[in-house]
C-alpha cells in the first residue's frame, strides 16, 4: 500500500491541498468565512442548481432510454450483437472533448439538424443532456445488463404462473433484484454528469456552467482563488458522499443475490413485443450513438471545395489555424500516444499494487483506502491541474517543464479503471495456490509471478487498454500543464473550436475523428480480451 498511498499523497492530496490553502488561507489565518460569503452570491446559487438539476435529469433520462438496452442486451440474442455491445460502449471511452465536439457537428450551428430544418440545439440544455445520454449510455447497459443477465428467469416465471401479468411480476420479482445494480449505476451516471466540464462547456456556452466549468472559470479566466477552492470543496464534498453510496449499493449487489450462467438465460426474440422492443432499442442506439460519431466523421471530410482530405492535410501545417499551435496539430497525435503509454505504465504499477493489496487487507483503514482510489474521478480535474502548476514548480520536485507532469495527471485517472478492473479478478484467485508455492519453497515475488501473473495476465491487459484509453482522453487537467509546444489532442481540439473560422472547425472535426478512431480500436481489443463476455464488471 506504500506505493499508491505515497503517490496518491504527492499527487493528487498536495496539489489539491495546496490549491485550496492558496484559496482560503492568508497572512490572518485561514478565511472559512467565504463559504458563506461564496455560496450566497446568486451567480453561485445558479451554478449550484444547475450542476445539480442537470444531473438529476441526466440520470433519469438515461435510465429510461437505456434500460430497455440493457433487457435487450442480457436476455435476447440477435446477430451482431457482441459488436453492438462494443459499439455502444465507444463514447464511454471518448474524451468529453470528442463528445461535446459530436453533438456540436449534429445540434449545433451548421451541423447537420441546422441544415435540414433549420433547428439549432447547441447553448440550449436539450443539447447537454443528450450528449449526457450519449456518453453514459453504456454503463446502465453493461452494469445492470450485466446483472439481468444473471437473474434466474424461472423466479418470474413462477410469478406468471400463481397469477402475475407481465408487468406486475417484472415489477415484483425482477426490478427488487436488480435495484442495487440500477442504484450504482445510476450514482455512476449522476457523478459523471455532475462533475461534467468537456461537453458542457463545448454545447454549453456562457448560458450554462456546472461547477467543474465555474472552477475552470474562475480558476483560468478570473484568477479568484479563493471562489475556486470554496466550490473545489462543495464539489468534494458532494463526489465523496456520492461514491460512499455508490460503495454501499454494490456491496448490496454483490452480496444479495444468486446468480446463474447468463447462457441459460438469453433467447431469440419470441413475439411482435420482442422484436418491437429489440427494434426501438436498434433504432435508439443509430440516433443516438450512431448519428453523432457518423456526422463526426463526415464533417471531418466536408471541405469548402467539396469532399476531401482538405482538413486532414492542413493538419500539417503550424500556420494553417491562423496561429493557434506553435507545432502543427498532427504532432499532437503524437504526443497524445506517448503520454498515454507513459499514463498507462503508470497506472498499471500504481493500480496493481493497489489492488493486491486490497485483496490481502480487510477492516475500515482499507475500505477508506479503496474509496480514495476512487477520488479522482469526481474531484475536479481543473483543481489538480492548477495545483500541479503551483506545487511542482521548486527542487526536488520541479516538474513544470519536464513532459512527465501530463502523464502524471492522467495517470491519476486511470488508476481506478485498473484497480476496478483487477480487484474482482484478484479476489477470485485461490490464495491456497500462494500457499502451496510457499511450501514448495518459493519466494512471494516468485509465487506471484508463477500463480497470480498467469491468471490475470488477461485481466491486466484489460486494465491497461482502459488507462490508455482514458488517458487519451483525459482534458481537464491537460489544459493547465499542457505545453503549447506539445498539445495533447483534447487540448488541440479545444483550442481549434475555440477560434472563429471554417479551417479550425474542420481541424476539430478532423482531430476528433483521429481520436474516436484510436478510443474505438482500442475498445474493440478490449472486447476480444474480455474472458466472459456477458460479464457485468465494465
Known sequence: MAVPLAFFGLFFAYPVTAIVGRGLKTDTGWQFDRFGEVLARPDIADVLWFTTWQALASTVLTLLIALPGAYVFAR???PGK???RAVVTVPFVLPT?????AFLALLGRGGLLDEQAGIRLDTTVWAILLAHVFFNYAVIVRTVGGLWAQLDPRQEEAARVLGAGRFAAWRRVTLPALAPAVAAASLMVFLFTFSSFGVVLILGGPAYSTLE???YRQTAQLLDLSTAAVLTMVQFAAIGAILALHAWTVRR??????LVDPGRTTHRPRGWARRTLLGAVLLTIGLLVVAPLAVLVERSFDTPGGYGLGFYRALQDA???GGTFLVPPLEAIWNSLRYALA?????LVVGGLAAAALTRRGGRFVRGFDAMLMLPLGVSAVTVGFGFLITLDEPPLDLRTSWILVPLAQALVGVPF???TMLPVLRAVDGRLREAAAVLGASPLRAWREVDLPLVRRALLIAAGFAFAVSLGEFGATVFIARPDQPTLPVAVARLLGRAGELNYGQAMALSTILMLVCAVSLLVLERLRPDKTSGEF
Open 76 to 78: 435476447l440474442e440477435f
Open 82 to 84: 457482441e459488436l453492438l
Open 97 to 101: 472533448v470528442v463528445v461535446g465536439t
Open 213 to 215: 466549468v465555474e472552477v
Open 253 to 258: 449487489r454483490e452480496s444479495a443475490l444468486r
Open 319 to 321: 500556420g494553417a489555424g
Open 343 to 347: 499514463a498507462t505504465a503508470i497506472a
Open 418 to 420: 485498473v484497480v476496478r
